[in-house]
């Protein structure tokens, strides 16, 4: 815990986003009202209920936060909030559909609830959420989460990691098959025109060969001018792998 703490402190150094912060957004869904209500609003359509939450999770004061919403809905939203004081700062400007808080504290938490009739649900779009001057990214959501559920965010990262590394892995296999280097290659020629046992095929570089290590060939230099698929020593010499058949 201490680790991922140190780590999300620093997000905030690395650019001039805003500290992580925690958000929740549920789209507009239906909520059993009784009908004795209904009645007493003159209304027979029923309620979509959308709710967003706002956490400050950093260990400085978030000022300016603006929430705005698509439009003013007919029924006046219902705000909450973790201390009766951050419920009590929160204004609601009808007109422009925007929620104004000067500041939200360390650990303090904001709720929104939004009432909705079924007209208004279908139009109702996710709210932009605005601090100081930068909107709400999915860089400090992504911050706000890994400092909530570490736990959860390890999980996911070495989840991803494994992903990656296998499909590199899997990349790099085919990668092999389909071009496979010089020395692979001339073993498998070797092998292909094999007709002799006793000794085990080895490839050389060019560079290597000489007679030193041409005496620990097995076979007769016709077998190893057959092996290499040439004719002469010279056309031997002048390939890139030499493979030679050497006791095991």
Not at 8 to 15: A, F, Y
Not at 144 to 172: C, D, N, Q, Y
Not at 174 to 185: I, M
């Amino acid at each position: 815990m201490a680790l991922v703490d140190t780590v999300v402190s620093l997000i905030p150094l690395l650019g001039k986003a805003p500290p992580p912060i925690a958000y929740t957004f549920v789209e507009p869904r239906y909520q059993w009202v009784p009908d004795v209500a209904l009645k007493k609003i003159h209304s027979q359509k029923g309620f979509l209920l959308a709710w967003l939450s706002l956490t400050n999770l950093s260990s400085v004061v978030l000022r300016n936060v603006r929430i705005k919403l698509p439009f003013a809905p007919e029924y006046e939203p219902n705000v909450e909030g973790s201390s009766r004081s951050v419920a009590m700062a929160v204004a609601y400007d009808r007109p422009v559909s925007e929620f104004r808080l000067d500041k939200l504290d360390p650990d303090e938490q904001l709720f929104i609830a939004i009432h909705l009739l079924p007209d208004e649900a279908h139009r109702f779009t996710e709210p932009q959420v605005i601090i100081g001057d930068r909107l709400l990214s999915r860089g400090m959501r992504t911050a706000g989460f890994v400092k909530r559920s570490p736990g959860e965010a390890l999980l996911m990262t070495a989840a991803i990691g494994s992903v990656v590394a296998a499909a590199a892995m899997a990349g790099f296999l085919l990668y092999r098959t389909l071009h496979p280097d010089a020395g692979t290659l001339a073993i498998e020629a070797a092998v292909a025109t094999l007709q002799h046992r006793g000794c085990v095929f080895k490839s050389f570089p060019a560079t290597m060969v000489n007679d030193t290590l041409l005496a620990k060939h097995e076979r007769d230099e016709a077998f190893l001018l057959h092996i290499n698929q040439v004719v002469t020593r010279k056309d031997l010499l002048a390939k890139e792998q030499v493979v030679l058949c050497v006791s095991q």
